[in-house]
């Protein structure tokens, strides 16, 4: 498998939590998007870089496993890792680290599929300018 990673610190705001000071389950799908758009702007592949070759690029599935809290102040490292896959597909793995703990907060994995903006058709072929952009990569081989 080849993989490539980059991983983002974020604090976690009030807005995040819930009653009890815990980062509400939902915001983990944040986290995710956050590293996401931080991987996009690392390895120069960008949601609106898909957009503008003619591309959505939407989530078809998430999991979120849920391992430790975080509390509101502390602040989390969101590794984001993604396998190259044959199929026309754009599949990470996260990591959440509680930094104030260093206990692995969650885990999780996203799937994306290539959808034409303008049939809003699903592409069963990985787009050539993606195509090109992993050729161009320098993955680590796991």
């Known amino acids: 498998m080849k993989k490539l990673s980059a991983e983002i610190d974020l604090k976690v705001r009030f807005s995040e939590t819930d009653a009890m000071g815990v980062v509400w389950h939902g915001n983990y799908l944040k986290f995710f998007e956050d590293a996401r758009e931080y991987f996009g702007e690392f390895y120069k592949m960008e949601y609106l870089d898909m957009y503008n070759n003619g591309y959505f690029t939407p989530l078809v599935k998430t999991e979120i496993n849920h391992k430790a809290v975080v509390y509101y102040g502390q602040a989390v490292r969101v590794k984001a890792t993604l396998t190259q896959c044959a199929a026309a597909k754009i599949i990470f793995d996260y990591e959440v680290i509680n930094l104030t703990t260093n206990e692995i ?20 072929i990985k787009p050539p300018f993606y195509e090109a952009w992993e050729n161009q990569q320098v993955w680590t081989q796991i």
């Open 105 to 124: 907060a969650a885990t999780g994995k996203t799937i994306q599929i290539f959808m034409s903006e303008k049939t809003r058709t699903l592409e069963l």
